[in-house]
């Protein structure tokens, strides 16, 4: 992914189709920020937790979502720990190695994380509501202080332009969704940072 160690954002988020619609907002955020959304996705191959702490290492902030806490449908129906796991990835790193670094905690019910994982209690839990304004919002409210502070209309702006694009950027990587893979994802940030210039 181009861009600079320091405009790089750990993005922690649940992979499913119906998670798609925010990832986009995310991405369109933190790239509205000036930022570059780096993922999971970038990462093939065996060893993934070695390689997701290399990515936590070369990020200066991570945003995690921790919306995915239910039961999934399929047997054993089992909770997904991978966010709450790269978050606690993150925390550690914050309190050990690295104390630039910046982690914010998302969440699309309130209170629920503050409940399902009662060590971050006294954290600012960021609440999208599960939707895309939400997200945006909530991403104004954690980087505050960024240089760059564009507003919510501009985000959805890029976000709408993105979303429209969507299925030429599938076709073009033979892809079913966004979480098929690095290419696609890189795909969507540079459809994203094309608007953002204007080039769009």
Known sequence: M???????????????????????????????????????????????????????????FSIHDLSRVQLDKNKPRTPRFNMPFELGLAIAREKLVDPKHTWYVFEAVNRRAEKSLSDIAGTDVYVHGGTIQGVLRQLSN????????????????????VRSELPGILKASGAKSVFDGARTFRDVYVAANLKIKGRA
Request: charged share 20%; aromatic share 12%; with cysteine.
């Open 2 to 60: 181009p861009g600079k160690n320091s405009e790089f954002v750990f993005l922690n988020i649940p992979y499913d189709h119906q998670f798609e619609r925010l990832c986009l907002a995310y991405v369109c955020g933190i790239a509205s920020f000036g930022l570059v959304p780096r993922t999971t996705l970038e990462i093939p191959g065996d060893r993934r937790l070695n390689r997701i702490i290399d990515l936590i290492r070369i990020c200066p």
């Open 142 to 161: 954690a980087f505050i202080r960024h240089e760059r502070q564009p507003p919510l209309a501009q985000m959805m702006a890029v976000y709408r332009y």
